[in-house]
């Protein structure tokens, strides 16, 4: 996969170093070159670039690229500068950053497809979340364990938790559901929230945009997500 990371402080060069690690093809940008020249060795690439400048970040693969991250945190007008630039370059996939309650009512405004605090996430966590494809969030309960967030997918849509029956096929438990409800910023815009459902029952529906919260072996969770 490809990946566009904006800003190469600790956060965005932790992320751009762990991805590449993976295999991944990154693309890290940062306007101070001594940034750029310290990780050009351990990202697959690395440009000088001022992340607010429109006509600079539309020469980036945009188009080929799944995930764009802005990692820029001490910089708060850089930072929702090119988040709005990317949201208007409408690229797949776009997290961003926030280091205050403010930045993140800035970006989801913005409308970013999820914001990430530094403080909660770890570079390395985030890296692994990334990697599985649908994958939203993840806890590491041990070694082999993981409680997922996940989006339902398509082929589950309709279907009842007994009909789905991960439990024998996949040994995956789903613990509950997150649905999408609106709710309003502090500006007034309508966006979606995920609402918990509570303990699910057999019954209980998966709807499309559903986030399943589940359990079980990171393989096993794998399988279920992406077998046909």
């Given amino acids: ?13 932790s992320l751009s170093i762990k991805l590449t690690e993976m295999g991944h093809e990154v693309i890290a940008v940062d306007k101070d070159m001594h940034k750029v020249e310290t990780y050009k060795d351990r990202v697959t690439h690395t440009i000088c670039m001022d992340a607010s400048d429109f006509q600079a970040l539309s020469t980036l693969p945009t188009a ?3 995930v764009v991250v ?6 708060f007008g850089a930072s929702v500068m090119a988040t709005a630039i990317f949201k208007q370059l409408s690229v797949k996939r776009l997290m961003s950053r926030a280091i205050s309650p403010l930045h993140q009512t800035v970006l989801e405004a913005i409308g970013v497809d999820q914001i990430i605090r530094p403080e909660q996430e770890s570079a390395e966590r985030l890296a692994k979340i990334l990697e599985m494809r649908g994958v939203i969030d993840s806890f590491d309960l041990t070694e082999d364990y993981n409680i997922i967030e996940a989006k339902v997918p398509d082929r589950y849509v309709g279907m009842t938790i007994a009909e789905a029956n991960f439990r024998a096929k996949y040994q995956v438990n789903v613990l509950t559901i997150l649905r999408s409800r609106e709710a309003r910023n502090l500006f ?6 995920p609402a918990v459902l509570g ?10 945009g559903d986030i399943l919260v589940v359990f079980g072996k990171i393989q096993d969770i794998d399988r279920l997500l992406h077998s046909s």
């Fill in 199 to 208: 303990v699910v029952k057999a019954e209980t529906v998966f709807e499309a």
């Fill in 188 to 193: 007034g815009r309508v966006h979606h929230k």
């Fill in 64 to 66: 080929d690229t799944d």
């Fill in 1 to 13: 996969m490809r990946y566009i990371v904006i800003g190469l402080g600790y956060f965005g060069s």
């Fill in 70 to 75: 802005v990692g820029i945190g001490e910089d």
